[in-house]
C-alpha cells in the first residue's frame, strides 16, 4: 500500500499532520509525489494542511517562554519517528484527542500572545507645550497642550488611551486603531481626526476618512461621523452631528484658536490652557456672550484688544466687565 492511500485512509488532520513532519525530516522523491497527490485528492485535504501551517506558523512566531513545549515535543517525536520510520508511533502519537488538546494549548497560547503588546509609549505635554508622536506603523499623533496618552500596537490592533487634553490623530491604514476615553472609544482603519477630552464632555471631530464613535457603555448607540463632521459627547449622550471646515480640525496644531459662537467664559479657558490670560470676569452675563473668530494662541493681546470693538466689554487690568 502506498503512502498516499495510508493517509487518505485516516482523517485529514492527522494526515496533515505527519505530512508537516515528514517534510521537516526531508522527503524522498516518491514521498513528495505521495504528498502531492494526497494534497489534491481531496479540498478537506488542503484544508487540514492549511490549518497545520497556520498552527506551525504560530508556534514559530511565539516567544520562547510559550513555544518551548512544543519545540520539546516536535523535537522527541522527530527522534522517535526517524527510528520507526513514521509509522505506528506517528499515527498513535498524533490522535484525534491528543490533536485536539494541543490545538486548544496552541489557541490559549496565541490568545495570551495577541494580548501583549508590540509597542507601548506613554506621551504627556505640559501647559502650553506641543508635541508630535510617530509610531512604528506609520501613524503619528499630535499632542495638545496639558494632554496625557497611553499608546498600545498589539499585532491585530492598535489602541491609545487619552487620558485627558486633545489630540489629532494621522492614522495609516491596516489593524483597527482605537481612541479611548472614559466616556467613548473611537474607531478607525484610516483617517485622519481629533479627539478632546475634558473632565466633561468628549468631543471628535473629523479631517478625513471616517470614523465610528461607540458611547460607554456599550449599550448606548453610536454613530459614523465622515470627513467635516463634529460631534460631542456628555452625560453619555451623542450631540447632533455638526458641520466643520475640514482644514479646521485641529487648527491649535497651527497655533490658532477658532471660535464659532462661543461663550466669552469658554474662550478665555481655552486660552488658560496654553498660558496664564490674567483674565478676570466680573459678571457671569458678561461671560455668557458669544463671540466668534480665529485667534493665534501665542498674541493674547490680540484677542483682549479685539473684544471691546466686537463685544460689549471693557478690559480694566484685566477685568472684564460692562461697559
Request: positive net charge.
Amino acid at each position: 500500500m502506498s503512502s498516499s492511500t495510508e493517509m487518505t485512509q485516516i482523517d485529514p488532520d492527522t494526515a496533515a499532520a505527519q505530512w508537516l513532519l515528514r517534510q521537516e525530516q526531508g522527503l524522498c522523491p516518491a514521498e513528495k509525489l505521495h504528498f502531492k497527490e494526497w494534497l489534491s485528492s481531496h479540498p478537506a485535504h488542503q484544508q487540514a494542511w492549511q490549518d497545520m501551517q497556520n498552527i506551525d506558523r504560530l508556534i514559530s512566531e511565539m516567544p520562547p517562554s510559550c513555544s518551548q513545549h512544543f519545540a520539546k515535543q516536535r523535537k522527541q517525536l522527530a527522534a522517535k519517528a526517524r527510528r520507526e520510520r513514521y509509522k505506528q508511533l506517528i499515527s498513535a502519537y498524533f490522535t484525534p484527542r491528543l490533536l485536539a488538546g494541543c490545538a486548544l494549548s496552541v489557541l490559549a497560547c496565541s490568545y495570551w500572545w495577541l494580548s501583549l503588546p508590540s509597542y507601548q509609549q506613554q506621551v504627556q505635554t505640559a501647559r502650553g507645550q506641543m508635541l508630535e508622536q510617530y509610531l512604528p506603523d506609520g501613524s503619528h499623533v499630535e499632542l495638545d497642550t496639558d494632554s496625557q496618552l497611553e499608546i498600545a500596537l498589539y499585532r491585530d490592533k492598535r489602541e491609545v488611551r487619552l487620558i485627558k487634553g486633545q489630540a489629532m490623530f494621522h492614522v495609516s491604514k491596516g489593524r483597527p486603531f482605537h481612541v479611548i476615553t472614559d466616556q467613548a472609544k473611537v474607531s478607525v482603519l484610516g483617517t485622519q481626526f481629533s479627539v478632546r477630552n475634558t473632565q466633561k464632555q468628549i468631543q471628535v471631530a473629523v479631517q478625513s476618512g471616517k470614523v465610528a464613535v461607540q458611547p460607554k457603555p456599550a449599550a448606548l448607540p453610536g454613530l459614523i461621523l465622515h470627513a467635516g463632521e463634529v460631534v460631542t459627547l456628555a452625560n453619555n449622550a451623542l450631540s447632533p452631528v455638526q458641520s466643520i471646515a475640514p482644514a479646521a480640525v485641529g487648527s491649535w496644531r497651527h497655533g490658532r484658536l477658532n471660535f464659532d459662537n462661543t461663550t466669552l467664559a469658554n474662550a478665555i479657558a481655552e486660552f488658560e490652557r496654553y498660558t496664564p490670560t490674567g483674565l478676570r470676569i466680573s459678571d457671569p452675563d458678561i461671560g455668557g456672550l458669544r463671540i466668534s473668530g480665529s485667534f493665534e494662541i501665542k498674541k493674547l493681546q490680540q484677542f483682549t484688544q479685539a473684544l471691546p470693538q466686537v463685544l460689549p466689554v471693557k478690559i480694566n487690568n484685566g477685568e472684564i466687565s460692562a461697559p
